[in-house]
């Protein structure tokens, strides 16, 4: 709409321009037409009324006094030239050879002869002005030719420029009047229009397949809108029930994959306990003078295959328990001192910014976190490492968070494994069951904090832990 207004003022501001400038050139061409008319009245009557002979050698006296009150009637410069274009007579008391020419053109007198009208007008500008300057023939009452008339006319558009200005003023003034209602207009007529639109839009942004999403009801005239809603609402249908088959498949192949990880981790220790078993069997004779060692050995054989598998359903049993939220406010800082204490490996250093950083977390959880990812800095560095080997704990502040960051300098973490380095049962190593970074992600995330890592292939690994610190009420 405000487009549109724009091109009309602007069409209609050049129109108005256009016709005013052909109005001008009409108005100065009949004002010329009409004086160079009444002029040639006044000559005639002037060569009747003289005494003298009306001949061309005659002309600068017949018109000696005449052509001054001739000039001063009509508001009029005149000059009279003969047949061969000398300057006879002009009402201009001290001719000047800047203004006036005392011999005309050559082409001048070509195209006054050769016309049909036997009239010639030439248009010049002169200092920002423009002239229109009349050659037409004196004849008498017998249509003899005396003389030729020149009436030089000064263009003057300062009345007409003046309207023009005022029009423009005018129209400008309204179109801007009009450009605030259309403004106006526009403003509301596009919210009433985009309303619902805006609505579907807002839904169609909060629609996650993770969550349950609300159908849109909006009471709308429009056919195209109405039908817009009913296909999101269908598709919200749609979403919803392959959302539930989803994680019900989800589940279901969690559930599979985590029994195919448990027997595959229990067989581990039954094959060796089984072997044990027979070979204990065959070997078995009560009066072999070394019975009680062996029934030791094999006793302590059995023993450490159950605390194997004892540690494979701790793993599993503490993977599966999602953190409590105790929310207990604890100092961070004291509280990843003491996680580290239980390490004996000279190479890990602890820095911290501050003395206390305050945060609620649960006290076990936190480390369970800290020991996890130290466990696996030292896990990630190998014996023939080429350098000393390092891991860096350090606590600091980050605005309204903690961050807690462990890094290695081991062989980093290779490009295939990357993402999967949090997935449950994922490991590189080749003992464990690859759940300890999964527990990690699962405890971080459910106190709303993430954890992310950077690695450089053979420089080392940064992992960093980012949770919300606690908030005081002052």
């Given at each position: 709409?405000?487009?549109?207004?724009?091109?009309?003022?602007?069409?209609?501001?050049?129109?108005?321009?256009?016709?005013?400038?052909?109005?001008?050139?009409?108005?100065?061409?009949?004002?010329l037409e009409r004086k160079e008319?009444?002029?040639?009245?006044?000559?005639?009557?002037?060569?009747?009324?003289?005494?003298?002979?009306?001949t061309a050698e005659n002309i600068?006296?017949?018109?000696?006094?005449?052509?001054?009150?001739?000039?001063?009637?009509?508001?009029?410069?005149?000059?009279?030239?003969?047949?061969?274009?000398?300057?006879?007579?002009?009402?201009?008391?001290?001719?000047?050879?800047?203004?006036?020419?005392?011999?005309?053109?050559?082409?001048?007198?070509?195209?006054?002869?050769?016309?049909?009208?036997?009239?010639?007008?030439?248009?010049?500008?002169?200092?920002?002005?423009?002239?229109?300057?009349?050659?037409?023939?004196?004849?008498?009452?017998?249509?003899?030719?005396?003389?030729?008339?020149?009436?030089?006319?000064?263009?003057?558009?300062?009345?007409?420029?003046?309207?023009?200005?005022?029009?423009?003023?005018?129209?400008?003034?309204?179109?801007?009047?009009?450009?605030?209602?259309?403004?106006?207009?526009?403003?509301?007529?596009?919210?009433?229009?985009?309303?619902?639109?805006?609505?579907?839009?807002?839904?169609?942004?909060?629609?996650?397949?993770?969550?349950?999403?609300?159908?849109?009801?909006?009471?709308?005239?429009?056919?195209?809108?109405?039908?817009?809603?009913?296909?999101?609402?269908?598709?919200?249908?749609?979403?919803?029930?392959?959302?539930?088959?989803?994680?019900?498949?989800?589940?279901?192949?969690?559930?599979?994959?985590?029994?195919?990880?448990?027997?595959?981790?229990?067989?581990?220790?039954?094959?060796?306990?089984?072997?044990?078993?027979?070979?204990?069997?065959?070997?078995?004779?009560?009066?072999?003078?070394?019975?009680?060692?062996?029934?030791?050995?094999?006793?302590?054989?059995?023993?450490?295959?159950?605390?194997?598998?004892?540690?494979?359903?701790?793993?599993?049993?503490?993977?599966?328990?999602?953190?409590?939220?105790?929310?207990?406010?604890?100092?961070?800082?004291?509280?990843?001192?003491?996680?580290?204490?239980?390490?004996?490996?000279?190479?890990?250093?602890?820095?911290?910014?501050?003395?206390?950083?305050?945060?609620?977390?649960?006290?076990?959880?936190?480390?369970?976190?800290?020991?996890?990812?130290?466990?696996?800095?030292?896990?990630?560095?190998?014996?023939?490492?080429?350098?000393?080997?390092?891991?860096?704990?350090?606590?600091?502040?980050?605005?309204?968070?903690?961050?807690?960051?462990?890094?290695?300098?081991?062989?980093?973490?290779?490009?295939?494994?990357?993402?999967?380095?949090?997935?449950?049962?994922?490991?590189?190593?080749?003992?464990?069951?690859?759940?300890?970074?999964?527990?990690?992600?699962?405890?971080?995330?459910?106190?709303?904090?993430?954890?992310?890592?950077?690695?450089?292939?053979?420089?080392?690994?940064?992992?960093?832990?980012?949770?919300?610190?606690?908030?005081?009420?002052?």
């Amino acid at each position: 709409m405000i487009l549109l207004i724009i091109i009309a003022s602007v069409l209609i501001a050049g129109v108005t321009i256009y016709q005013y400038n052909e109005e001008a050139y009409d108005y100065h061409k009949e004002r010329l037409e009409r004086k160079e008319e009444n002029i040639r009245q006044s000559i005639y009557y002037t060569l009747k009324e003289t005494t003298w002979p009306p001949t061309a050698e005659n002309i600068p006296l017949i018109f000696k006094d005449e052509i001054y009150k001739i000039a001063e009637i009509h508001k009029l410069q005149i000059n009279l030239y003969d047949l061969d274009g000398e300057l006879l007579k002009s009402s201009r008391a001290n001719i000047s050879n800047d203004t006036i020419n005392k011999c005309l053109p050559a082409e001048v007198l070509n195209a006054l002869a050769n016309t049909v009208e036997h009239r010639y007008v030439e248009k010049n500008e002169l200092n920002g002005e423009t002239y229109q300057s009349s050659y037409t023939y004196v004849t008498d009452n017998k249509f003899k030719r005396l003389a030729i008339l020149n009436l030089p006319y000064l263009e003057n558009d300062n009345f007409l420029q003046k309207e023009l200005n005022e029009f423009l003023k005018r129209l400008f003034y309204a179109y801007i009047v009009m450009i605030i209602v259309a403004v106006v207009t526009a403003f509301y007529l596009s919210k009433y229009i985009t309303l619902s639109l805006k609505t579907i839009s807002d839904k169609i942004n909060a629609t996650r397949l993770e969550k349950r999403n609300q159908k849109i009801t909006i009471n709308s005239s429009s056919e195209e809108i109405n039908t817009l809603v009913k296909s999101y609402n269908s598709m919200i249908d749609e979403l919803e029930e392959s959302a539930i088959k989803l994680a019900t498949n989800e589940r279901e192949r969690a559930w599979r994959e985590m029994a195919k990880q448990v027997a595959h981790e229990i067989k581990n220790p039954l094959t060796p306990m089984r072997l044990s078993v027979q070979s204990f069997q065959r070997k078995f004779d009560p009066e072999d003078p070394e019975i009680e060692n062996k029934v030791n050995d094999f006793s302590k054989t059995l023993i450490q295959q159950i605390d194997t598998m004892s540690s494979i359903a701790s793993a599993f049993s503490n993977f599966a328990e999602m953190p409590a939220q105790k929310n207990e406010t604890l100092n961070v800082v004291k509280i990843v001192k003491l996680a580290l204490d239980i390490f004996n490996e000279d190479y890990i250093e602890f820095l911290s910014e501050k003395e206390e950083i305050v945060a609620k977390f649960d006290r076990t959880q936190l480390i369970r976190v800290v020991t996890n990812l130290v466990k696996n800095g030292i896990q990630a560095i190998p014996a023939d490492h080429i350098r000393p080997p390092k891991i860096v704990v350090q606590v600091s502040e980050l605005g309204d968070n903690v961050r807690i960051e462990v890094s290695d300098n081991g062989l980093g973490i290779s490009d295939e494994n990357k993402e999967k380095i949090f997935e449950p049962k994922f490991t590189t190593k080749t003992s464990g069951m690859g759940l300890g970074l999964a527990m990690v992600k699962n405890i971080v995330e459910t106190y709303q904090g993430i954890i992310s890592f950077t690695t450089q292939k053979g420089k080392g690994t940064v992992f960093s832990v980012i949770f919300p610190k606690a908030i005081h009420n002052t």
